[in-house]
T-cell receptor
Framework: GAVVSQHPSWVICKSGTSVKIECRSL??????MFWYRQFPKQSLMLMAT?????????EQGVEKDKFLINHASLTLSTLTVTSAHPEDSSFYIC??????????????FGQGTRLTVV | KQEVTQIPAALSVPEGENLVLNCSFT??????LQWFRQDPGKGLTSLLL?????REQTSGRLNASLDKSSGRSTLYIAASQPGDSATYLC???????????FGKGTHLIIQP
């Protein structure tokens, strides 16, 4: 299957600092990528849709000024958590879908990033 | 708003048993449905994808069915093994450009 790589796999940062998470599609191009967040014992929740060359689309309740998304190329999307606080501690994970004959195929996920804000 | 429910929330069975995991969704207008497994602290591994026009998909010991009109899917695992222990997630998407809506998962333990 297709490969989506996410980096870093874990990060600990001080409250008030910013953290950047990268998501790369290694063997296919992705005009759209998705960012999810998962709190302990909860399901994955879609945060935003990252669109190559245009602004991201955020889900209701997700602060776009706090979670900056940049999709500057067809293989890379970045999520920056700005001015992180302990309540932002979570598991962040990205996904992308290869296309086959013009139809979107299954979603492939990165390894996820465990963010701990202290 | 789409909601996905998975039953049971947890399941523990002896090795070798066949088992069924259930998933239901409230809005039947889906583009596709996907089953994943998630190991503790890890990312998601795609197991099966069922397009909205399909009724089932099979991969090895796994079989997933889809009844779109009733908003249900089942994941059947045959001859379970301890390595199958993980959390199994069901997710649906409403369109080709949409993200996934996930259930809370079924935490599965296969006892050796």
């Amino acid at each position: 299957g297709a490969v989506v790589s996410q980096h870093p796999s874990w990060v600990i940062c001080k409250s008030g600092t910013s953290v950047k998470i990268e998501c790369r599609s290694l063997d296919f191009q992705a005009t759209t990528m998705f960012w999810y967040r998962q709190f302990p014992k909860q399901s994955l929740m879609l945060m935003a849709t990252s669109n190559e060359g245009s602004k991201a689309t955020y889900e209701q309740g997700v602060e776009k000024d706090k979670f900056l998304i940049n999709h500057a190329s067809l293989t890379l999307s970045t999520l920056t958590v700005t001015s992180a606080h302990p309540e932002d501690s979570s598991f962040y994970i990205c996904s992308a879908n290869p296309e086959y004959r013009g139809r979107r195929t299954e979603a492939f996920f990165g390894q996820g990033t465990r963010l701990t804000v202290v | 708003k789409q909601e996905v429910t998975q039953i049971p929330a947890a399941l523990s069975v002896p090795e070798g048993e066949n088992l069924v995991l259930n998933c239901s969704f409230t809005d039947s207008a889906i583009y596709n449905l996907q089953w994943f497994r998630q190991d503790p602290g890890k990312g998601l591994t795609s197991l099966l994808l069922i397009q909205s026009s399909q009724r089932e998909q099979t991969s090895g010991r796994l079989n997933a069915s889809l009844d779109k009109s009733s908003g249900r899917s089942t994941l059947y695992i045959a001859a379970s093994q301890p390595g199958d222990s993980a959390t199994y997630l069901c997710a649906v998407t409403g369109g080709g450009a949409d993200g996934l809506t996930f259930g809370k998962g079924t935490h599965l333990i296969i006892q050796p």
